[in-house]
């Protein structure tokens, strides 16, 4: 049975920084791409940061250099370091396999930027 289970969300403040994590089971964590979706209200879900099994990274230009993806294997974990953050990164994140995500997803976790 596949879980994914985000969490590390919440309110904070423009040019704050947040740290997400995604602990997954269920699948063959160490082989596969993992990615962090974001979805705002009325806004189509979008693929901000993935990770290879072997840490290659990649980002769309609208966060790189804020945010950074890392995973531990051994744990079945995958992270979203967020820095600078912007009003417009206020979304539900979820965490998947990427570029192809499961038919299953998680609760997500809340971001919100505010002043």
């Known amino acids: 049975q596949v879980q994914l289970v985000e969490s590390g969300g919440g309110l904070v403040q423009p040019g704050g920084s947040l740290r997400l994590s995604c602990v997954a089971s269920?699948?063959?964590?160490?082989?596969?791409?993992m990615g962090w979706y974001r979805q705002a209200p009325g806004k189509q879900r979008e693929l901000v940061a993935t990770?290879?099994?072997?840490?290659?990274?990649d980002y769309p230009d609208s966060v790189k250099g804020r945010f950074t993806v890392s995973r531990v294997n051994a744990l079945s974990t995958v992270y979203l370091q967020m820095e600078s953050l912007k009003p417009d990164d206020t979304a539900v994140y979820f965490c998947?396999?990427?570029?192809?995500?499961?038919?299953?997803w998680g609760q997500g976790t809340q971001v919100t930027v505010s002043s």
């Open positions: 990770i290879t099994s072997w840490g290659n990274t």
């Open positions: 269920g699948i063959a964590f160490h082989w596969r791409t």
């Open positions: 998947n396999t990427a570029p192809d995500p499961l038919g299953y």
